[in-house]
C-alpha cells in the first residue's frame, strides 16, 4: 500500500479549491510555511497568485478597490513581486488614480483624498501622488472661495492646478463655469449695490437671493438680505408648523413642545430612556453626512442597532470600514441603560480584552476589530446618550468621514469641549434634535435653513444648509 506524505494531500486540497474558482481558500492552503519548500507547492502557487492579481484588476475596474488592494496582497504573500504581480499592480494604482480624478471632477475633495491616502500606503512605485494631491487641495480651496463669492481667488487657486497638471481636462470645467459664476456674481453685485442705494428692499431680496444661488456664504448678500428683510418683513416660518417640510420617515422621538409639557421638563440634551427610533424598521439604514463649514464631515446614524462592517459594494452596515472585515463583523447597540458591543462575525475587542458576547462600554474605552481596525468610543455629554467613534487606526470609513455620531435625541455642536462635535470658532451651540417625527435644528439666534429665516429652530431634510451668523452646515442623504 502506497503512503502520500502529508504535504500531498494539501496540495490537492488546494488545487480542488483553485479549480473550482476559490482563489482565497487555495492560497490560504499553499501559504502554510510547512508547504512552500514542495516544488509542485510552488507551481501551483504561482499559477494561484496570478489568477488573483488578475482578478485584482477586474475588481478595480468594477470598483471594488478593497477586494483588489487584498487580492494583491495574498498574491504576493504567495508567490512575491513577480514581473506579472509587478505588471497588474502598476494597473490596478493606474484604475485607482482614474477614480481619484473622479472624485474630483465631481467635488468630491474628502472622497479623494482618503484614496489618494490609500494610494499613498501602497507605495507605489512610478504613481506621483504629491502633484495629485497638491492638485485636490487647490480644488477644494476654489470651491470654498467661490461659496464666498471670491473668484479671483478661486481662479488664481485653480491656475495653481492647472499648472501642476495641464493634462486634467477637469481643472479647465471647472475654470470655465468659476468664469461664467464670476461674471454672473458682478452683474448681480452692481444691481445689488443700485437696489440698495435707492431703498429698493423687495428688489434687493430677489437680488440678495439670486446672488447666494451662486455663492451660499456671500457675506454681503446674506447682510443685504437680512437689512431687507427687517424693512419689509422677513419670509419667518414658524418652527411649530412646518407641514412644507418634507419628513425624514420614522425618526421618531419625542417633540421639544412634548417635554416641555410634562413636569419638570428637560434640556435640550436630555436624553430620553432607551432613545432610539422607534418607528425604525429592522434592517432599514438611516444615516446622512454632517457636513460643518471650517470643522469638517461626520457621519450621523440615527438606528439604535449599528451593525460595524466591511466597504464592499452592496453593504448593509451602517458603519462600514475599507478594512479586512466581516461584511457585519459586529454591532452597537444603544440601551437605557448605556451602548453595548456585540460580536457579530467577527473578531471583537475592548481595551485589548476581546468578547464572547455584548459587553457594555463606557467613555473612553478603545475597540478593536479584526487585526488592525481600532476606534475609540466617546460620550462626551453627560445629558445626551448620544456618543461619537473616533478612529485611532489610520483605517477609512465608506463614505469618508472625521468622525461618527451615533445619535439618540439630540447632537449638539459647539464650543465646548464635551459636545458631540467641537467648533471652536463658533460663538454658541447649535443642536440637532429628533422632534415631531422629524429633524429639527435649533440656535440660541434666528437662523437661515433652505434660504428662509426661522426665528431659533427649523425642520431639516437632506440637502438642507443652515447658517447662522458664525455659521453654516449641510446636511447630505447617504
Excluded at 135 to 141: C, F, N, T
Excluded at 300 to 316: D, K, M, R
Amino acid at each position: 500500500m502506497i503512503m502520500f506524505p502529508p504535504w500531498r494531500f494539501k496540495l490537492r486540497e488546494a488545487q480542488v479549491a483553485w479549480e473550482q474558482g476559490r482563489l482565497e481558500e487555495a492560497a490560504e492552503l499553499l501559504g502554510q510555511p510547512q508547504l512552500k519548500s514542495y516544488l509542485p507547492v510552488q507551481q501551483l502557487g504561482g499559477q494561484v497568485s496570478e489568477q488573483l492579481a488578475r482578478r485584482a484588476l477586474e475588481r478595480a475596474a468594477s470598483g471594488d478597490f478593497a477586494g483588489a488592494w487584498r487580492d494583491l496582497d495574498q498574491a504576493r504573500q504567495l508567490a512575491g513581486e513577480t514581473a506579472n504581480w509587478q505588471r497588474l499592480s502598476q494597473a490596478v494604482a493606474e484604475v485607482a488614480l482614474g477614480d481619484v480624478v473622479q472624485h474630483l471632477a465631481a467635488s468630491d475633495f474628502p472622497g479623494a483624498q482618503s484614496r489618494l491616502d490609500i494610494l499613498d500606503k501602497r507605495q507605489t512605485p512610478g504613481v506621483a501622488l504629491t502633484t495629485l494631491r497638491e492638485v485636490a487641495k487647490r480644488l477644494e480651496s476654489a470651491r470654498k472661495l467661490s461659496q464666498r463669492g471670491k473668484f479671483s481667488e478661486a481662479e488664481d487657486q485653480l491656475a495653481a492646478a492647472a499648472a501642476l497638471r495641464p493634462d486634467l481636462a477637469l481643472i479647465e470645467e471647472k475654470r470655465r463655469a468659476c468664469r461664467e459664476r464670476a461674471e454672473r456674481a458682478r452683474v448681480l453685485n452692481e444691481q445689488l449695490h443700485a437696489a440698495v442705494a435707492v431703498e429698493d428692499w423687495t428688489k434687493v431680496a430677489a437680488i440678495a437671493n439670486e446672488l447666494l444661488e451662486i455663492s451660499p456664504e456671500h457675506r454681503m448678500a446674506r447682510d443685504a438680505r437680512k437689512r431687507a428683510w427687517d424693512k419689509v418683513g422677513a419670509p419667518v416660518v414658524d418652527s411649530r408648523h412646518v407641514a412644507e417640510t418634507q419628513h425624514w420617515g420614522g425618526i421618531g422621538g419625542r417633540s421639544e413642545r412634548q417635554d416641555a409639557e410634562r413636569p419638570g421638563g428637560r434640556s435640550h440634551a436630555e436624553p430620553t430612556r432607551g432613545a432610539g427610533a422607534p418607528n425604525e424598521k429592522r434592517g432599514e439604514k438611516k444615516r446622512f453626512m454632517l457636513w460643518i463649514d471650517a470643522v469638517g464631515g461626520y457621519l450621523v446614524c440615527l438606528n439604535q442597532e449599528i451593525v460595524i462592517g466591511q466597504a464592499t459594494p452592496g453593504s448593509t452596515a451602517e458603519v462600514a470600514f475599507q478594512a479586512d472585515l466581516s461584511r457585519k463583523h459586529a454591532k452597537i447597540v444603544r440601551h437605557a441603560e448605556g451602548y453595548t458591543l456585540e460580536p457579530m462575525s467577527g473578531k471583537v475587542a475592548i481595551n485589548g480584552r476581546w468578547l464572547t458576547q455584548a459587553d457594555l462600554l463606557s467613555d473612553g474605552d478603545e475597540l478593536q476589530l479584526g487585526e488592525a481596525v481600532k476606534v475609540r468610543f466617546r460620550k462626551p455629554h453627560v445629558l445626551s446618550s448620544t456618543a461619537r467613534l473616533e478612529m485611532v487606526s489610520g483605517h477609512r470609513s465608506l463614505p469618508h468621514a472625521d468622525g461618527i455620531i451615533l445619535m439618540a435625541e439630540s447632537c449638539v455642536l459647539g464650543p465646548k469641549w464635551q459636545n458631540h462635535v467641537v467648533c471652536r470658532e463658533w460663538s454658541h451651540d447649535v443642536v440637532l434634535y429628533r422632534g415631531d417625527g422629524q429633524l429639527m435644528c435649533r440656535a440660541t439666534e434666528s437662523i437661515e435653513i433652505d434660504g428662509k429665516l426661522h426665528e431659533g429652530r427649523g425642520a431639516v431634510q437632506p440637502g438642507s444648509r443652515v447658517m447662522g451668523s458664525d455659521f453654516a452646515l449641510s446636511l447630505e442623504g447617504v
